[in-house]
């Protein structure tokens, strides 16, 4: 079962006192998604940090594309690796911009 993992200077689902529950139910494309999460991870930091100056958002974002992945792989389980991290890193793009509009940067500033 894939674990989530707050930390980081590890990986993004590393930790193991906290289950996820995005398991696909089968063991490679819970390894594939374990290692697409990882490779997208950093880009979720900067996401997070470029769209809303904000690390810790990194994590409600990722939480968003690994659940969205998880979908994805279950529903096509023989996907490339390669387009699986492309997956997350949309997703990530698309979540960033979107919490951004909700939460505009100027507003974060001014309200200081």
Known sequence: MLTF????TRSYL???DMEL???TGNPASDQKLDAAANAAW???KLCAWTYLNDHAAAHDIMDHAVEN???YI???ADCPEGKLIL?????IRRRAAAVCKVEPRDSIWLSD
Not at 87 to 91: N, T
Request: glycine share 4%; net charge positive.
């Open 5 to 8: 993992a707050y930390e980081t």
């Open 14 to 16: 590393a930790r193991a």
């Open 21 to 23: 529950a995005f398991s």
């Open 42 to 44: 950093p880009y979720a």
């Open 69 to 71: 992945a998880s979908g």
């Open 74 to 76: 279950s529903r096509h």
């Open 87 to 91: 997956r997350f890193k949309s997703v």
